[in-house]
């Protein structure tokens, strides 16, 4: 017999099936000791209630007034499941399909509480037969809803960590009480596997050696996981470069740690479609391809949300409030433009805020566009064909690999090791002036050069002790390039602002002090005062026009510590010259900062 890799939790062989007829319950035994009942395997399959029964053909059903009809092919009730505070009910259910493979699907009960058609839509798109008719679909439901089982198992609504264990579709790893399964209202999800952890190192891991953007994409995928057990927060990281340049390569090869081909996502949905999807990417990683193809006005507003790891708050029909969808995640992103020049298509300005959680890194090393290293392949695209081939072939095994070892590992000692290694990152690559921004954008790049370590360590990748973090130094230094400094952003772009506005109405919304022509809008004046040339901003204007988007009292307070803002007393921003009235005096040296 065969298992699928959508398998959520072993109950024991096929041979274990529900044997048929009605074997009636006590009520003596743990099917009514609550959350302390035997986890799934303590007793065995469950019974079908009364008027069901079961064998090879599958399900039937006999009322107490008519015929035996047929229901469905064979359908095991395994256990009843419940999350940690005896909440969200549902039932393991187990069948093999037309070619004998084995399905195992925790099914939420409240699937149940209306017509079933989703429910059933579920069984049958994994290939449980079911009876056409009214009749047939009604006594499924109650079938499901009244079989007996006295086995437990704890269910929970994501993957990830729970305690010591890391809760996977198809199996958890790490010690745990019992049996945890994930339990979904839709499909399960699958996350597929193809070769060994060997096979990936030899094929794709090796490759990646001397190429800082491939080594930084696997390192990322290993260091999902970490962000929890580090209480680092969620953050993602997005390749920018022209097409054709090796970034969709790139997130291939990290998509390979963790599945297969279709582990790959694209950017083209809507912000409340991303939501659910870094909902089932939680504690994991998430990959979007092609920024381009999510809505400009969007684009912000989700690197927000994936970042802050919270979904919309919503209602529901009484006007109660739905929980709230919750994920921690890294996130790796490609596309031919970054996050500010995506939203300035929309019109809008990007925030420092949205640019630190989302970092744009120049996909463009300047050797082969996105490689560094051939290993002596002719050509670029020849070594991108290879990883491309590759990563279809080998792939899911590396991340439960890596989950085994992290598992198995003292949670405090990971942790201090992910500790060192980013007190070490931090003191090689980030200048010792540097604002709070780049700070905490370093702290992501050291916790993915921890995960290209550790890895590295339990024989995983194939790379030298020490690469993952030379290739996250050059990348973090790639991102710095790309920003203009270790600054801080929101002064950088204050100053900008402001230069901005000059540059374009110098001529226009200004007049000297001494000119008496009239100026249409006027912004306000021009002086030569102090042997330098000055501007003079009438005060509603600078904040209205010249610092829309931005708190005017942020840029006064840039352009006073930069020494560009001219005043006559400390206690006070604005000077009065005679004849104009109070002003925020600029010097003309802004245009050289």
């Known amino acids: 017999m065969k298992d699928t890799t959508n398998a959520l939790a072993p109950t024991g062989d096929a041979e274990h099936l529900n044997a048929s007829g009605d074997t009636g319950d006590t009520g003596d035994g743990p099917e009514n000791t609550g959350s302390g009942a035997s986890p799934v395997g303590g007793r065995g399959p469950g019974t079908p209630g009364t008027g069901f029964r079961i064998d090879k053909k599958g399900v039937w059903h006999t009322p107490e007034d008519g015929e035996s009809t ?29 070619d004998g493979f084995l399905h195992r699907w925790s099914c939420p009960m409240e699937m149940l509480a209306g017509d079933g058609m989703e429910f059933r839509r579920i069984l049958m798109s994994m290939g449980l037969e079911i009876a056409p008719g009214g009749k047939a679909r009604q006594a499924l439901q109650t079938y499901v809803q009244t079989a007996r089982t006295f086995d437990r198992a704890t269910c929970v609504d994501k993957s990830g960590w729970l305690g010591g264990a890391y809760v996977l579709p198809d199996e958890t790893i790490g010690e745990h009480d019992g049996h945890i399964l994930l339990q979904t209202p839709g499909e399960p999800p699958k996350l597929r596997q193809a070769g060994t952890p060997e096979e990936w190192r030899e094929q794709v891991g090796l490759y990646c050696s001397g190429n800082s953007r491939l080594v930084l994409a696997a390192s990322v995928a290993f260091a999902a996981p970490l962000v929890h057990l580090t209480g680092e927060e969620s953050g993602g990281l997005h390749f920018v470069g022209p097409s054709s340049c090796g970034k969709t390569t790139a997130l291939r090869v990290a998509a390979s740690v963790w599945g297969g081909p279709e582990y790959l996502k694209r950017w083209r949905a809507t912000a409340n479609g991303l939501e659910s999807v870094a909902a089932a990417h939680n504690d994991g990683l998430l990959i979007l391809d092609e920024l381009a193809q999510v809505e400009a006005r969007e684009a912000g507003g989700i690197a927000y949300m994936l970042a802050n790891g919270t979904g919309k708050h919503r209602s529901k029909r009484d006007g109660m409030a739905k929980p709230v969808a919750t994920w921690r995640l890294l996130f790796l992103s490609a596309g031919e433009i970054g996050l500010a020049d995506h939203m300035a298509d929309a019109g809008k300005k990007a925030k420092a805020g949205q640019e630190v959680r989302l970092c744009d890194i120049s996909a463009d090393t300047g050797e082969h566009g996105m490689f560094e290293e051939l290993h002596s392949f002719p050509s670029g695209s020849a070594f991108a064909d290879h990883l491309n081939h590759a990563s279809g072939l080998v792939y899911g095994s590396p991340i439960r690999a890596f989950l085994n070892g992290l598992a198995a590992a003292p949670s405090d000692d990971v942790r201090a090791q992910c500790r060192k290694l980013r007190d070490d990152f931090i003191a090689e690559h980030v200048p010792g002036d540097a604002d709070g921004q780049p700070r905490r954008v ?12 550790l890895a590295t360590a339990m024989g995983i990748t194939g790379w030298e002790t020490g690469e993952a973090m030379q290739a996250a130094g050059a990348c973090y230094q790639a991102w710095l390039d790309r920003r203009g400094g270790s600054g801080s952003q929101e002064a950088t772009e204050a100053l900008a602002t402001v230069r901005h506005f000059i540059e374009q109405h110098g001529d226009s919304r200004f007049s000297h002090t001494t000119d008496d022509k009239p100026v249409h809008n006027r912004a306000g004046y021009r002086r030569f005062h102090d042997g330098e040339n000055q501007y003079l901003f009438l005060p509603e204007v600078f904040k209205r026009d010249v610092c829309r988007g931005h708190d005017f009292r942020r840029v006064l307070e840039v352009l006073r510590e930069r020494n560009l803002l001219v005043t006559e007393a400390s206690d006070r921003l604005t000077v009065k010259p005679r004849g104009v009235g109070r002003c925020y005096c600029v010097r003309e040296g802004i245009a050289d900062e």
């Open 70 to 98: 047929w229901v469905c092919s064979r359908l095991d009730v395994v256990a009843k499941t419940r999350n940690g505070d005896s909440e969200a009910w549902g039932r393991l259910l187990e069948w093999l399909d037309s």
């Open 442 to 453: 370093a702290g992501r790049f050291a916790l993915v050069a921890a995960g290209g370590e």
